[in-house]
């Protein structure tokens, strides 16, 4: 059974949810997605042993420090191709970005294919079911763009800035795909 707890963060208050020993899922509230993988039913348990790791993991987040995501147990339900994509996510240095078109790349090179559309890494990094921890806030568009985050732009934004990652060539764009 997956059992779930709440965390007040600093960009809004976010679900944790966990099955076992590993954490499953952490939305922004309101964010695209919400809850997107907790099929069935579910508990709240605020010290279940994984959300409390979970939430001690964003208290230093928040605090300035630079957690590492190997520290906790991550356990993402998803397609093997999704799964490979938020890998790559984890892999992208605190107070660094990249592009989609570079994870497209990687990936690519990965599935020994000569190219993979960065469209495709898109949807897999919009539909990140561990929001925050395995940091597809980190992803940004080859020009700058700052679109398509679940949780909204704004907190993509306060997200970049807090860890130092915010530069000044980067951009809303008229037409975005997140709010």
């Known amino acids: 059974m997956i059992v779930t707890a709440y965390y007040e963060s600093p960009i809004g208050r976010m ?15 309101g964010q695209k997605y919400f809850g997107d993988s907790l099929h069935g039913g579910h508990r709240e348990q605020d010290d279940f042993p994984v959300l409390l790791q979970a939430k001690d993991w964003l208290d230093r987040y928040f605090a300035g420090e630079k957690p590492r995501i190997a520290e906790l147990k991550l356990a993402p339900a998803g ?4 799964k490979a994509v938020w890998e790559r996510l984890c892999r ?13 790349r990687q990936i690519a090179a990965a599935y020994g294919k000569d190219s993979m559309s960065s ?3 898109g949807g897999a990094v919009g539909h990140n079911p561990i929001s925050v921890i395995i940091p597809c806030h980190r992803v940004v568009g080859a020009t700058g763009s700052l679109t398509g985050y679940a949780g909204g732009i704004a907190k993509k934004i306060h997200l970049l800035t807090h860890e130092g990652a915010y530069a000044e060539g980067f951009f809303v764009p008229k037409k975005s795909t997140a709010p």
């Open 92 to 104: 992208i240095p605190y107070g660094e970005v990249t592009t989609y078109g570079q994870i497209a």
């Open 79 to 82: 397609s093997a191709f999704r």
């Open 119 to 121: 469209q495709a890494v």
């Open 15 to 29: 679900l944790l949810a966990a099955d076992g020993d590993a954490l499953v899922g952490l939305w922004l509230e």
